[in-house]
């Protein structure tokens, strides 16, 4: 099992920026290599979403919706990953989950391990 821990989070004004940080502590070098992480969310009465998630080489993806705003980068010295959001939305206020999922895992809110979430509310 697959222990990720968050920080980051909180309270933020519409157009202001957070950072989310997430370690996979226990997990050796080598196998955090073989991994995908991600960021996902999921808002009161909506279904989880993928928001953005990068492999071990710096490939990402991102959903349309954060595009050009949330920033996704990875330090594998340090098996971590990081959510850098600007320009942050009333819509974008939800509890965000760090994901860990195997390189030939299917992109899927199903498989994987899951952090223990942080909240994001964007508000005035």
């Known amino acids: 099992q697959v222990q990720l821990v968050e920080s980051g989070g909180g309270l933020v004004q519409p157009g202001g920026s957070l950072r989310l940080s997430c370690t996979a502590s226990r997990m050796i070098l080598s196998v955090f290599n073989g991994y995908v992480m991600g960021w996902y969310r999921q808002a009161p009465g909506n279904e989880r979403e993928l928001v953005a998630d990068?492999?071990?080489?710096?490939?990402?993806d991102y959903a349309e919706s954060v595009m050009g705003r949330f920033t996704i980068s990875r330090d594998n010295s340090r098996k971590t990953v990081s959510l850098r959001m600007n320009s942050l939305k009333p819509e974008d206020t939800a509890v965000y989950y760090c994901h860990a999922r195997r390189n030939d895992e299917l992109k899927s809110p199903n498989v994987g391990s899951w952090g223990q979430g942080t909240q994001v509310t964007v508000s005035s």
């Open positions: 990068i492999t071990y080489n710096k490939i990402t």
